[in-house]
């Protein structure tokens, strides 16, 4: 069974970091782009960042650059999120989801590009 399983949201203060994972079971991740989407209550979904399947190319929303990054863990099947500098306008549901097609920078932000999502974890930022 294709799964992807997202953990490490949680209540952070203005400023600080968390470590978002993103474990596949059913599949290989390393054959995918996977991308990190979030969605702000009242909002629409939006594409955060995305490391590709082949060269590990990494694409960023100017929202994120310079605070978030992505990278992957193959031998545990596992993306990581890397939060720095959290701001409370960065308080989401924040999702991973893993495309079998090549992403560019043109792609990787939308959502119908992907084949496979996880369920979400909350992230709060918030003193």
């Known amino acids: 069974q294709v799964q992807l399983v997202e953990s490490g949201g949680g209540l952070v203060q203005p400023g600080g970091s968390l470590r978002l994972s993103c474990a596949a079971s059913g599949f290989t991740l390393d054959y995918y782009a996977i991308g990190w989407f979030r969605q702000a209550p009242g909002k629409e979904r939006e594409g955060v960042l995305c490391i590709s399947r082949n060269d590990g190319s990494t694409y960023y929303a100017d929202s994120v650059k310079g605070r978030f990054t992505i990278s992957r863990d193959n031998a545990r099947n596992t993306v990581y999120l890397q939060m720095n500098s959290l701001k409370p306008e960065d308080t989401a549901v924040y999702y991973c989801?893993?495309?079998?097609?090549?992403?560019?920078?043109?792609?990787?932000?939308?959502?119908?590009?992907?084949?496979?999502w996880g369920q979400g974890t909350q992230v709060t930022v918030s003193s």
């Open positions: 989801a893993a495309a079998s097609s090549a992403m560019n920078s043109g792609s990787y932000y939308r959502d119908y590009e992907y084949d496979y």
